[in-house]
Every structure is written in structure tokens, then in C-alpha cells.
């Protein structure tokens, strides 16, 4: 039989500090959004940059670190899985948001030896 995989690894700027929250049983959940630049040279050799923004939730003993230990800005490594969230709004509108699920988050400082040299070329991301 085969099987699946959904498995998702970013590295990025947190865009605003890990907010955490308790389900009504009481479990932990934190979620915050990171930013990963990507930039490339266009045909007029003009360098271009954009910003993909992620939204991430961790649970449990993750979340409850992801809150003591990253802030606005750090620079992080985020592995997990990715899933489709359907919710109503205040409008009551049908909505949906893909966010991924950390399983690991590694604090990491914006210069380490441990990064492709592609993204330490990377202009820091400006908060």
C-alpha cells in the first residue's frame, strides 16, 4: 500500500511574538506567523524580493516554549505538517486557512554557519 507524506520545512522571521492560548480541556496552543524571503534576478536583471507569510500552531509543551523563547523578529526553523482549517468568521462566512502544525521549531541567530549561503545573502527581514 502506499503511503502519504505532509511534511513542510521553513526558515524565517517571527512576525509577531507566540500568543498562547488553552482549549477548554485545558491543552496549550500557541500560534504566531513567520515570514520567509525569497529573492531572485528578473530578465532586466533587476533583483527582486517577495515575502511568503506563514501562519504556524504549535501544541502542548511545544507551544508553551515557542511562547517563553521566541519574539517578534527571531529567526527560526519550523518543521511540521501542513493543515486546511475550515471556520466561520464573524459574519458568519464560510472560510478556510492552511497553517502548519509544528512538530520541531529550532531558535536560530540570523547569521548561522548552518543556513545556505543563498539565504544568508538574504536581506534581513525589516520589522
Do not use: H
Request: glycine share 6%; proline share 3%.
Amino acid at each position: 500500500m502506499a503511503r502519504c507524506l505532509n511534511k513542510v520545512m521553513i526558515i524565517g522571521y517571527l512576525g509577531r511574538d507566540p500568543e498562547l492560548r488553552f482549549t477548554p480541556t485545558g491543552k496549550s496552543v500557541s500560534s504566531f506567523s513567520v515570514a520567509c524571503n525569497r529573492s531572485w534576478k528578473a530578465k532586466d536583471g533587476e533583483r527582486k524580493t517577495e515575502t511568503d507569510w506563514f501562519n504556524v500552531v504549535a501544541w502542548g509543551d511545544l507551544a508553551e516554549i515557542a511562547k517563553q523563547y521566541l519574539s517578534k523578529g527571531s529567526m527560526v526553523y519550523i518543521e511540521g505538517r501542513l493543515q486546511i482549517r475550515d471556520w466561520t468568521d464573524s459574519n458568519g462566512n464560510p472560510q478556510k486557512s492552511v497553517e502548519i502544525v509544528a512538530r520541531d521549531i529550532m531558535l536560530m541567530d540570523s547569521k548561522s554557519q548552518n543556513l545556505d549561503k543563498d539565504l544568508e545573502d538574504e536581506e534581513e527581514f525589516p520589522f
